[in-house]
């Protein structure tokens, strides 16, 4: 009984198996108890132990399966003054850290970033976007950055490090001198220019990041606002011929009803050139009140189709309706005659034509004397 009790005192297997996403430290629970000499230490792929001992960092073990000796813990024998065949419990703390990859870390400016713009002079600009983050040095991470914090997580060290990537960020887009409406098809170079100023700063706590996507640079609203009304203009082109094609568009509208406020607008301006004609108070031309202005003259009446005639492979004409029947009269147009007007599908007879009426419209040749 007293053998078991006192194996229950003494921890012999240490490892950890991590069920969550964003833990990056985890310290193992000795509840009290010691750490046995030639206890077993795993650690897995994607983790480092840590040995922390009266406060001070002792012994790193990555990847691997290790029997806890004074011979593989050079850092904590050397602290504990131990001889080479020591072999009693000792007190110590171990912290497990997660060395796999965070992904999808937010970033964002909180405040918009001054920039001078070569086209739009002084701009105020926003960005966000993503990173990854992992451990490099687990030793200095510990050291710089846990403490003695029993479980850390990546909100904890993101809020520490991303007043550093917004002033990168700040700095970098600043001083990019890139257009801002070129900027979004060079948002891959921005982010390798900022993770390349950040990399050197979080490296001092033990950390690197793989992986900075800048995903969106914006403007403030009323600035992109004004920008899409300069897009719509762009794509309108001709504001004068813009504006007589809606009004003409309005008045074919059942009614004469416009839509919208470019429609109403040109209303008011047709309106009012009428009212300029009609003289003041609705007069005539003539000035007599009330009268009613003069209608607008009728369209010209349509154009007749005009023809073409083929005559010894030679093509003769256009020749209009009176001129075809002046060339009948003569005999130079008769049924035979090969014709085409536009619209027709190739070269017919006039007999085969609408040309066919004209010709039956002749009167015969006088009789012979």
Same mark, same amino acid.
Do not use: C
């Given at each position: 009984?007293?053998?078991?009790?006192?194996?229950?005192?003494?921890?012999?297997?240490?490892?950890?198996? *991590?069920?969550?996403?964003?833990?990056?430290?985890?310290?193992?629970?000795?509840?009290?108890?010691?750490?046995?000499?030639?206890?077993?230490?795993?650690?897995?792929?994607?983790?480092?132990?840590?040995?922390?001992?009266?406060?001070?960092?002792? *012994?790193?073990?990555?990847?691997?399966?290790?029997?806890?000796?004074?011979?593989?813990?050079?850092?904590?024998?050397?602290? @504990?003054?131990?001889?080479?065949?020591?072999?009693?419990?000792?007190?110590?703390?171990?912290?497990?850290?997660?060395?796999?990859?965070?992904?999808?870390?937010?970033?964002?400016?909180?405040?918009?970033?001054?920039?001078?713009?070569?086209?739009?002079?002084?701009?105020?600009?926003?960005?966000?976007?993503?990173?990854?983050?992992?451990?490099?040095?687990?030793?200095?991470?510990?050291?710089?950055?846990?403490?003695?914090?029993?479980?850390?997580?990546?909100?904890?060290?993101?809020?520490?490090?991303?007043?550093?990537?917004?002033?990168?960020?700040?700095?970098?887009?600043?001083?990019?001198?890139?257009?801002?409406?070129?900027?979004?098809?060079?948002?891959?170079?921005?982010?390798?220019?900022?993770?390349?100023?950040?990399?050197?700063?979080?490296?001092?706590?033990?950390?690197?990041?793989?992986?900075?996507?800048?995903?969106?640079?914006?403007?403030?609203?009323?600035? +992109?606002?004004?920008?899409?009304?300069?897009?719509?203009?762009?794509?309108? %082109?001709?504001?004068?011929?813009?504006? @007589?094609?809606?009004?003409?568009?309005?008045?074919?509208? /059942?009614?004469?009803?416009?839509? %919208?406020?470019?429609?109403?607008?040109?209303?008011?301006?047709?309106?009012?050139?009428?009212?300029?004609?009609?003289?003041?108070?609705?007069?005539?031309?003539? %000035?007599?009140?009330?009268?009613?202005?003069? /209608?607008?003259?009728?369209? /010209?009446?349509?154009?007749?189709?005009?023809?073409?005639?083929?005559?010894?492979?030679?093509?003769?004409?256009?020749?209009? +309706?009176?001129?075809?029947?002046?060339?009948?009269?003569?005999?130079?147009?008769?049924?035979?005659?090969?014709?085409?007007?536009?619209?027709?599908?190739?070269?017919?007879?006039?007999?085969?034509?609408?040309?066919?009426?004209?010709?039956?419209?002749?009167?015969?040749? /006088?009789?012979?004397?």
């Amino acid at each position: 009984m007293v053998f078991d009790f006192l194996k229950g005192e003494f921890i012999d297997v240490i490892s950890w198996l *991590d069920d969550t996403r964003d833990t990056m430290v985890w310290r193992f629970d000795r509840r009290g108890q010691a750490i046995k000499m030639g206890a077993k230490l795993t650690v897995r792929e994607g983790q480092s132990a840590v040995f922390i001992h009266e406060g001070q960092l002792a *012994d790193v073990f990555t990847p691997g399966l290790y029997q806890l000796e004074t011979n593989n813990m050079p850092i904590m024998t050397t602290l @504990q003054h131990w001889d080479h065949g020591f072999k009693s419990p000792f007190q110590s703390e171990v912290y497990f850290v997660s060395t796999t990859r965070f992904n999808d870390q937010k970033w964002g400016t909180k405040n918009p970033i001054m920039a001078r713009d070569p086209e739009f002079g002084p701009v105020r600009l926003r960005a966000f976007g993503t990173y990854s983050l992992r451990v490099a040095d687990a030793g200095k991470f510990m050291t710089e950055i846990v403490g003695t914090d029993g479980e850390f997580t990546t909100d904890e060290v993101t809020m520490q490090i991303r007043n550093q990537i917004v002033q990168a960020a700040s700095q970098a887009l600043a001083s990019s001198g890139i257009p801002v409406l070129d900027m979004a098809a060079n948002l891959e170079d921005l982010g390798k220019v900022i993770a390349n100023v950040i990399t050197p700063k979080v490296a001092e706590y033990g950390l690197s990041i793989p992986e900075f996507y800048v995903e969106n640079i914006s403007l403030p609203e009323e600035v +992109e606002k004004a920008m899409d009304k300069r897009s719509s203009m762009g794509v309108v %082109g001709d504001l004068n011929k813009y504006m @007589q094609f809606n009004a003409a568009e309005a008045l074919n509208q /059942p009614g004469g009803a416009m839509g %919208g406020a470019m429609g109403a607008g040109m209303g008011f301006g047709m309106g009012a050139g009428m009212a300029q004609n009609m003289g003041p108070w609705g007069a005539a031309p003539n %000035g007599a009140p009330g009268a009613a202005a003069a /209608p607008p003259p009728p369209p /010209p009446p349509p154009a007749g189709k005009l023809w073409h005639l083929a005559e010894n492979g030679a093509t003769l004409g256009p020749f209009a +309706e009176g001129d075809l029947a002046r060339l009948a009269s003569e005999g130079r147009l008769t049924r035979a005659t090969t014709v085409w007007t536009q619209g027709q599908d190739g070269w017919k007879m006039a007999a085969d034509t609408e040309l066919a009426r004209l010709l039956d419209s002749l009167p015969p040749p /006088p009789p012979m004397p």
